[in-house]
């Protein structure tokens, strides 16, 4: 079980979040949704101490730590249960594929080169990206570099991978590929907190639905309860401005959803369903 609570963060005066909480259990994937500015990314950087919080305590693996007030080795321990895919992607531009995979396993976990490459291969084969290992940043597309990064956070087999809108920079023809990628991850049991506007992935993948809005947890609940019956007007009035038409059942596809270019297996296309799903589940790597 992962456990966020009290969590607050002013940058000068604006408080930006407010005593934000969070329970997750294992295998759980929670879309956190909310209009810009609500302190999605903030919350989501306050976990893995990329943002320094005012106060919070985030219990993972067992053990329970200070967000505001963390020594070196507890930082180091919680970035090595977490995992963070940034919008746009952050690889080293000067590393193939396989090397920005390997890295954090060799460098940032002592783990022997030859054993990271293994694993790294299998991250990304997992990611569909088995033939693009030596390729650079520069020759991939954008959903193949976001895929590079989600390679990277699943080989260091972390407890909780956070998704800050990973789709959000790429063309339209190439977030169904992500999307696939991230469903498969979600089958496999891999525990996830994703930052989104992908209502189709929020209603369909994700098991728990959270919406922020001014720097505190307005509502959460199932997607069928948020998106179906929202308890709060502010929840509904968003939802319908992103997507009109929310309460209208079976609700069309609000971004067009294409396949992967280069899947790692087939897809199946299932009638009623908006992100393409992969063959198998990509299980978490032991
Ligand atoms: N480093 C910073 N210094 C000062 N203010 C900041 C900083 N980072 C974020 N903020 C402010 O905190 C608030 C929340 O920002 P945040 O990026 O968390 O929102 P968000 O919900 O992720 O928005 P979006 O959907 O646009 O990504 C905003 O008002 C923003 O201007
Ligand atoms: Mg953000």
Do not use: C, W
Not at 103 to 111: A, I, K, P
Not at 176 to 185: I, K
Not at 202 to 225: C, L, S
């Amino acid at each position: 079980m992962i456990e966020i609570k009290n969590v607050s963060k002013r940058f000068g005066g604006n408080e930006v979040l407010k005593d934000v909480n969070l329970t997750l259990d294992k295998g759980d994937v929670v879309a956190i949704l909310g209009p810009s500015g609500s302190g999605k990314t903030t919350f989501l950087r306050s976990l893995n101490f990329l943002e320094h919080a005012d106060t919070g305590t985030l219990t993972i693996g067992g053990k329970t730590y200070d967000l505001h007030n963390a020594s070196k080795k507890q930082i180091r321990e919680v970035r090595r249960n977490t995992a963070f895919v940034f919008q746009h992607y952050n690889l080293f531009a000067n590393l193939t594929a396989l090397r920005n995979v390997t890295e954090g396993l060799v460098v940032g976990r002592g783990v022997p080169k030859a054993e990271a490459e293994r694993i790294a291969k299998d991250a990304l084969d997992k990611v569909g990206l088995q033939d693009r290992y030596d390729y650079y940043p520069s020759q991939l597309s954008g959903g193949q570099q976001q895929r590079v990064s989600i390679a990277r956070a699943i080989a260091v087999n972390p407890e909780v991978i956070l998704f800050d809108e990973p789709t959000s920079a790429l063309d339209p023809e190439l977030i169904g590929g992500v999307l696939s990628v991230m469903r498969g991850l979600a089958e496999g049991g891999v525990t996830m907190i994703v930052v989104t506007h992908e209502m189709r992935f929020a209603r369909d993948v994700a098991n728990k639905v959270v919406f922020m809005e001014h720097g505190i947890v307005v509502e959460e609940g199932a997607p069928e309860q948020i998106f179906e019956h929202a308890q709060h007007a502010r929840t509904r009035e968003f939802l319908q401005q992103i997507d009109p038409e929310t309460d209208i059942e079976a609700a069309p596809i609000s971004t067009p959803v294409l396949p992967v270019s280069a899947p790692a297996a087939p897809i199946r296309h299932g009638a009623l369903e908006g992100i393409p799903r992969l063959a198998q589940p990509v299980p978490v790597l032991a």
